[in-house]
């Protein structure tokens, strides 16, 4: 089944301590992005890649690292998390090129809470 | 810069009517996409409908159609026949298919089916 994995679903930490959030995709797709959900901001985006070692900066990358060392894998990481980094954030893949080999498919999700 | 407006903050239809989802977007690029995602109460993004800014035919997708009226800047979510698993928030977004190719999402319109 074609999909993209986000792990871990939910997760509560602290100010401070250093956390990654896993994301795969299954689809050999080139482009990833990882997006955030805020009441009232909507989703942004947060960093993005075109391919294996190519990332680069959305609208809200401060505070957030990311790496594509295998096409499959983007993992997000937060070196410092505070508590303005709380939020709903996800994982998106698609694949390059026109059409409908833009859409984007998205994790289901990762609930963050930073205290 | 991008720009997606959904006018309709909350929508409140009865089982197996059709309702309608609107959709207005701004941009300068002659190539974009246009997409809309559904978000349940569980919180993941599920893609419905996709629709390229070159696509002379809406598109379709089961009971979902989009209302594609590119002189008006307007892609409208078309929902037939609902049923009470439609309700969820609605997301409309567009991608320029020529830059960082990120996704820009509107506020969302919440559809509460009533039985």
């Known amino acids: 089944e074609a999909q993209v994995t986000q792990n871990p679903r939910y997760l509560i930490t602290v100010t401070g301590k250093k956390l990654t959030v896993t994301c795969s995709q299954n689809?050999?797709?080139?482009?990833m992005s990882w997006y955030r959900q805020d009441p009232g901001l909507g989703l942004r985006q947060i960093y993005y890649?075109?391919?294996?070692?190519?990332?680069d900066k959305g609208d809200v990358p401060e505070g957030y690292k990311v790496s594509r060392k295998e096409k499959r894998n983007f993992p997000l990481i937060l070196e410092s998390p505070s508590p303005n980094q709380t939020s709903l954030y996800f994982c998106?893949?698609?694949?390059?090129?026109?059409?409908?080999?833009?859409?984007?498919?998205f994790g289901a999700g990762t609930r963050l809470s930073v205290l | 810069a991008q720009k997606i407006t959904q006018t309709q903050p909350g929508m409140f239809v009865q089982e197996k009517e059709a309702v309608t989802l609107d959709c207005t977007y701004d941009?300068?690029?002659?190539?974009?996409?246009l997409f809309w995602y559904k978000q349940p109460s569980s919180g993941e993004m599920i893609f419905l409908i996709y629709?390229?800014?070159?696509?002379?035919q809406n598109a379709t997708e089961g009971r979902y159609s989009l209302n594609f009226q590119k002189a008006r800047k307007s892609a409208n979510l078309v929902i037939s026949a609902s049923q009470l698993g439609d309700s969820a928030m609605y997301f409309c977004?567009?991608?320029?298919?020529?830059?960082?190719?990120?996704?820009?999402f509107g506020q969302g319109t919440r559809l509460t089916i009533n039985p």
């Open positions: 629709q390229g800014s070159y696509d002379q």
């Open positions: 941009t300068s690029d002659p190539s974009y996409g």
């Open positions: 689809m050999n797709h080139e482009y």
């Open positions: 998106a893949s698609s694949d390059a090129g026109s059409g409908r080999r833009n859409i984007q498919y």
């Open positions: 890649s075109m391919n294996v070692e190519v990332t």
């Open positions: 977004a567009m991608r320029d298919l020529q830059g960082a190719q990120k996704l820009v």
